[in-house]
């Protein structure tokens, strides 16, 4: 199998893992700190303490349509914001790790030996999934807080600046 197929299938599967993990973890309802807030400020698209999270809010409406007007399902579901986008940020930070560990051994873009090939994707798989199980992230992936999209967006962001960068 090449390298960059290679590469794909094994980051989906890191966010596979971290997405069936934090699914299998996730707040039933609401738990302690600001998720009630963000739950209800989501649900009913209200104004959050400052400075707010606009875009988590309504996201997270958008989830709570999924209820199916169960309310004893919505913080459910806005609680799944934060399990998407923590999945996501794993698949990205694999990638990244990948990309850093590519430029930093110098391997040639197509060019990729057995045994560069086994180090990169290695080391981001253990740094993906080192990061995926660490305590505060997960606690911040499994209930509806803004922390799980904020490092969403910052490994998303990172992410793309080392692909136009290295590309």
């Known amino acids: 199998m090449d390298y960059k197929k290679l590469n794909n299938i094994i980051g989906w599967l890191m966010f596979v893992i971290a997405a069936i993990v ?3 973890t996730v707040e039933p309802s609401t738990s302690l700190w600001d998720c009630g807030e963000y739950i209800s400020t989501s649900n009913k698209l209200e104004v959050g303490h400052p400075p707010g999270a606009p875009l988590f809010m309504l996201i997270g409406r958008l989830f709570s349509f999924l209820a199916f007007g169960d309310v004893t399902r919505v ?3 806005i609680n799944m914001v934060s399990v998407v986008a923590s999945a996501f940020t794993v698949l ?4 990244t790790i990948v990309m850093a560990g590519r430029k930093l051994i110098g391997a040639v873009k197509g060019q990729e030996t057995p045994i560069q090939t086994l180090l990169l994707i290695g080391a981001g798989a253990i740094g993906a999934l080192s990061f995926a199980f660490t305590d505060s992230f997960w ?3 499994v209930e509806g807080e803004v922390y799980a999209m904020s490092s ?3 490994a998303f962001v990172f992410w793309a600046m080392l692909k136009w960068e290295l590309v």
């Open 92 to 95: 990205f930070l694999f990638w």
């Open 152 to 154: 969403f967006f910052t």
């Open 139 to 141: 606690f911040s992936a």
């Open 75 to 77: 913080a459910f579901w």
């Open 22 to 24: 934090y699914l299998v």
